[in-house]
């Protein structure tokens, strides 16, 4: 804006503001880049622009609201500008997608528990990559920083290339790690970046950045937001742990190219998406494995904290194995609450006593919610919930699940039972779309 011409009550609020006269700028320099970036709608970008023009304008000279259509607005143009400049799969893509889904279909006829784990294996383009971390100066520390000397493997010349981009990227308490590799085939390493962001889901970022010259930079197809000074490590490839999912990311090669081969699990299925790593990520080749689990609950049931086994009675464990019955093998139920009680209630019930008898209960984002099912035990109906970590499974405990049992009083004590699942792979999906994680990937159910 200039603030010599400024006539309105909103411009003149504006420039007497430094954040707006900021933020203006930061949304002036994101609608040309969208209009560089999608020259045939430019017409309709302009027509949207008057109209949040109008609205703006709306707001007279009230910082508050000018500050709220200029952060709205921000985003939305932010969002289109990274759309229109995310990567988009071409041939070769779909011919690695399918390749990928021959390699798993093919290695499920060796192991049905770990076709995925199997083909990644045999794919992996980890060979001639160097990884290093940032360091703390005393193991006591809480703070660590990017090393001061030139880590094993690291070449002079890839050091000078480190020193001079400013990539320390750690999260909290400076936790990051780094890895040297060849993404793009021109000879050079390039250099992933896994910053531990930490929050209540304890989750990290992995980001990219390739060897341009003497230094390591935001690839150019990357938007104006990677290539900020203050953002060296580029843009976000992709995150893990995120909202407490089960989530995995692998280099592997296909079609001679590299791909960040980046998983997002849950009960039932596994999610592989082909990200290009030097690319902003839009949509992408993506293989769907699904499962099917063959559950039960052990007479044998061990104390987590304690270690105390205790062997269930003969009619516990047969209502345990009927309430396990009613759950799909493959899916997550719907989520929502059902048409009917789980539990007969009673006709006295009070408005805010009946949800008990519906579902076991509010979820939480760090276990996921499998299913709700009536359990018949000598004292009367419960209310059981198979509760798993997003698909969690391994060779020596199979798929790591609970079933918690409750009685509908509202003082009911909450029972522990451990549930053993071993899965097989049983389908297998491609398509080409948005990359879902967390709690978006429910939908994908």
Same mark, same amino acid.
């Given at each position: 804006?200039?603030?010599?011409? *400024?006539?309105?009550?909103?411009?003149?609020?504006?420039?007497?503001?430094?954040?707006?006269?900021?933020?203006?700028?930061?949304?002036? *320099?994101?609608?040309?880049?969208?209009?560089?970036?999608?020259?045939?709608?430019?017409?309709?970008? !302009?027509?949207?622009?008057?109209?949040?023009?109008?609205?703006? %304008?709306?707001? *007279?000279?009230?910082?508050?609201?000018? !500050?709220?259509?200029?952060?709205?607005?921000?985003?939305?143009?932010?969002?289109?500008?990274?759309?229109?400049?995310?990567?988009?799969? /071409?041939?070769?893509?779909?011919?690695?997608?399918?390749?990928? !889904?021959?390699?798993?279909?093919?290695?499920?006829?060796?192991?049905?528990?770990?076709?995925?784990?199997?083909?990644?294996?045999?794919?992996?383009?980890s060979g001639g990559t160097t990884s290093f971390s940032n360091v703390r100066d005393k193991e006591d520390d809480i703070e660590a920083h990017f090393p001061t000397a030139r880590p094993t493997g690291v070449s002079e010349d890839e050091w000078r290339a480190l020193l001079a981009s400013d990539v320390d990227s750690g999260g909290e308490n400076g936790v990051a790690s780094y890895t040297l590799i060849d993404l793009d085939g021109d000879g050079?390493? /390039?250099?992933?970046? +896994?910053?531990?962001?930490?929050?209540?889901?304890?989750f990290s970022e992995i980001s990219t950045l390739r060897r341009i010259g003497a230094r390591f930079g935001a690839p150019s197809g990357q938007s104006a937001e990677a290539n900020r000074a203050d953002a060296p490590s580029g843009a976000t490839l992709y995150s893990l742990n995120d909202r407490g999912a089960n989530q995995a990311g692998e280099w592997i090669r296909l079609r001679g190219r590299v791909y960040a081969a980046y998983r997002s699990s849950r009960y039932g299925m596994d999610s592989v998406y082909l990200l290009h790593p030097l690319a902003e990520v839009g949509d992408?080749?993506?293989? &769907?494995?699904?499962?099917?689990? +063959?559950?039960?609950?052990?007479?044998?049931?061990? %104390?987590?904290?304690?270690?105390?086994? !205790?062997?269930?009675d003969e009619a516990l464990h047969a209502a345990l194995t009927r309430a396990l019955a009613q759950i799909d093998p493959e899916r997550v139920a719907t989520p929502g609450e059902p048409a009917k009680p789980l539990c007969p209630m009673p006709a006295n019930t009070k408005e805010d006593e009946r949800s008990q008898y519906y579902s076991f209960g509010p979820g939480h984002y760090a276990y996921e919610t499998v299913a709700d099912v009536a359990v018949q035990l000598r004292s009367g109906c419960a209310i059981a919930r198979l509760a798993d970590w997003f698909g969690g499974y391994s060779a020596k405990d199979g798929l790591y699940a609970q079933l918690w049992v409750r009685g509908t009083a509202?003082?009911?004590? &909450?029972?522990?039972?451990?549930?053993?699942?071993?899965?097989?792979?049983?389908?297998?999906? &491609?398509?080409?779309?948005p990359v879902a994680t967390g709690d978006d990937a429910q939908g994908a159910q």
């Open positions: 804006m200039n603030c010599s011409q *400024a006539r309105s009550a909103s411009e003149k609020a504006i420039c007497a503001d430094a954040d707006l006269v900021r933020l203006d700028a930061d949304l002036a *320099a994101a609608y040309a880049a969208l209009g560089r970036a999608k020259p045939d709608t430019r017409d309709a970008l !302009r027509q949207s622009q008057r109209d949040w023009l109008a609205r703006r %304008n709306a707001c *007279a000279a009230d910082a508050a609201c000018l !500050r709220w259509q200029y952060e709205l607005r921000l985003d939305a143009l932010q969002g289109q500008l990274r759309r229109a400049q995310a990567y988009r799969p /071409d041939g070769t893509d779909l011919q690695a997608l399918e390749d990928f !889904r021959r390699a798993v279909e093919a290695a499920a006829s060796q192991d049905a528990a770990f076709p995925l784990e199997t083909a990644l294996k045999a794919l992996s383009a050079l390493r /390039d250099l992933a970046i +896994d910053s531990y962001v930490g929050g209540t889901g304890l992408a080749p993506t293989l &769907t494995v699904r499962y099917r689990y +063959d559950l039960s609950v052990p007479r044998q049931q061990k %104390n987590e904290t304690t270690g105390a086994v !205790r062997a269930l509202d003082d009911a004590r &909450t029972d522990t039972y451990n549930v053993h699942g071993v899965r097989r792979a049983v389908r297998y999906g &491609t398509a080409v779309g």
